[in-house]
């Protein structure tokens, strides 16, 4: 990622610490004009919610800037979430070094609507703000002995937005059928069969 490199921030309750990779987007920016990234946005977002109580949420928190905003400058408690290594790192750091753990709960992790695992990509080189989450879920394998619809159901909604390779066991043609029933309405083909028993290769028809 590159070397890091900290510096002091100009806020209305004093100055913050602020690390950052030297060279990366958002930090330069910082480290540039020594305000907050996106002042103007978060001025507006204390504008239109000074009403409101309660605690702000920060997904996709990068280094923490603004979740230093919310919690140092308008004093709210913060729940912040981001899931790249690195990212979490500086953001673990910045919450830290000025004192806000009290302010702030961080979480390595993406938020998803539903429980499971992602791969980030970044859009942008030298932009750490610029990572996006997909769905990790690639392939699915069953051998379940007889209850492979059952699975294939639980598995529904993910099927349907990630497009996985399925690779399933069937022991028998009434099985086989079944599965077809459920995959080919989806999309999908069975392009193979290998293994010791029969393990039938589904694809769906945007890769096939």
């Known amino acids: 990622m590159g070397t890091q490199e900290t510096i002091s921030l100009k806020s209305v309750n004093g100055n913050l610490l602020v690390t950052g990779f030297k060279d990366e987007y958002i930090f330069e920016q910082i480290r540039k004009t020594g305000r907050f990234y ?3 946005l978060l001025q507006r977002t204390a504008e239109n919610s000074s009403h409101l109580d309660g605690i ?55 938020l998803w609507d539903s429980d499971g695992f992602v791969h980030l990509d970044q859009a ?32 529904a909604e993910t099927i349907k937005q990630s497009h996985p390779l399925i690779v399933v066991e069937s022991h028998t043609t009434e099985i086989k059928s079944e599965i ?7 999309g999908y ?20």
């Open 38 to 40: 996106e002042l103007d």
């Open 124 to 155: 942008v080189d030298g932009n750490n703000g610029t990572f996006k989450a997909a769905s990790a879920e690639s392939g699915i394998k069953i051998d379940v002995e007889g209850a492979e619809v059952k699975v294939l159901g639980g598995a």
């Open 189 to 208: 083909t069975c392009v193979a069969i290998a293994g010791a028993s029969d393990n039938y290769f589904w694809l769906h028809r945007d890769i096939n």
């Open 180 to 186: 077809a029933a459920f995959l080919e309405p989806l």
């Open 56 to 110: 702000v949420v920060d997904a996709g928190a990068n280094l923490g800037n603004h979740s230093l905003y919310f919690s140092s400058v308008l004093g709210r408690n913060v729940v912040s979430f981001e899931p790249e290594t690195a990212n979490f790192a500086l953001l673990k750091r910045n919450i830290a070094d000025n004192n806000l753990e009290s302010k702030v709960e961080i979480h390595n992790c993406a």
